[in-house]
């Protein structure tokens, strides 16, 4: 496995892999892998010829009272993992090589980001949307391949790719759980003790309401108020949103169609955690 630090050496990589004729998939990450990374690089592997995956602690889109200075970073045992998935190149950027000056571009997809994440943590998506655009024209992928467990990320990045004519396909992959339901997270070692027995909440809210839905409960107010009411009984957790959107516009639903994604974030002792459910109804 190549590991890449700088730019300028990923370039050369790229324009070899060009002459070559040869695929890449990438799968971006802020490293501190898990399972929920390592079945994106396994989907990667399966649509191109090489896969290539960054790790990259992106500070623009941490807010000033987020976890940037502490989010885990655990470069070496990463590189390990990946080198046993077959992983070609991995590119690990200092702050300094994708940000020489604070940057000067906004890139913002307001409908999109006006809900949900994007209503807690002003600018987390404009961070987001400004280092994928810029790790897709570093490290030029065919594709590029995202987790379901962060949707309206993945569902902003679709839409830059298609209204900037970006050449990547984008793939989104099913979110990986822990045993229990609790979606796989970078954030979950900040979890203790009972606290981590507690974050099995926001999987079993989201699924009491995808019950209710499939018994013909349609309202989506009454549906947010499902995952609101399982959450608030788990004492450890406190809620920051319960929502029942449309799945491409992210719009709240009064009414649920055919498809609905069920979304949840809520502080358990002091980690913030998100999951979603896409729900199709029968
Ligand atoms: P992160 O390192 O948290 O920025 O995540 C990097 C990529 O992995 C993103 O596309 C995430 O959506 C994806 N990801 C994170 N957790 C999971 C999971 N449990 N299952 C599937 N994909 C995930």
Redesign the pocket.
């Given at each position: 496995m190549i590991v890449a630090t700088t730019i300028r050496a990923v370039r050369a990589r790229r324009q070899e892999l060009d002459r070559l004729g040869r695929r890449v998939a990438l799968?971006?990450?802020?490293?501190?892998?898990?399972?929920?990374?390592l079945?994106?690089v396994r989907e990667a592997a399966r649509r191109a010829d090489e896969v290539w995956v960054s790790?990259f602690v992106n500070p623009t889109q941490f807010g000033p009272n987020e976890d940037f200075d502490r989010y885990p970073r655990q470069l070496e045992r990463d590189r390990e993992l990946l080198e046993a998935e077959g992983v070609a190149l991995l590119f690990a950027p200092t702050t300094k090589e994708m940000y020489p000056k604070p940057p000067s571009v906004l890139l913002d997809v307001p409908q999109l980001t006006a809900g949900l994440c994007g209503a807690h943590r002003p600018g987390h998506f404009r961070g987001v949307a400004l280092v994928v655009v810029k790790l897709f024209n570093i490290l030029r992928p065919e594709v590029a391949?995202?987790?379901?467990?962060?949707y309206q990320?993945?569902t902003v990045i679709k839409r830059l790719v298609e209204e900037l004519d970006l050449p990547v396909e984008v793939v989104v992959?099913?979110?990986?759980?822990e045993a229990d339901g609790l979606?796989?997270?970078?954030?979950n070692a900040y979890l203790h003790g009972p606290d981590r027995q507690a974050a099995a909440i926001l999987q079993a809210a989201l699924r009491a309401a995808a019950a209710a839905l499939v018994a013909g409960e349609r309202r989506g107010q009454v549906l947010e108020g499902i995952v609101a009411a399982h959450v608030a009984s788990e004492p450890a957790a406190r809620l920051q949103y319960a929502a029942a959107v449309h799945p491409d516009t992210l719009e709240p639903l009064e009414t649920v169609g055919d498809r609905v994604v069920l979304a949840v974030a809520a502080f358990v002792g002091g980690v913030r955690l998100i999951d979603n459910l896409v729900v199709e109804v029968p």
């Open positions: 799968v971006p990450t802020m490293g501190a892998l898990h399972e929920g990374h079945s994106l790790i391949v995202f987790g379901a467990k962060d990320q993945a992959a099913p979110t990986v759980r979606a796989m997270s970078s954030r």
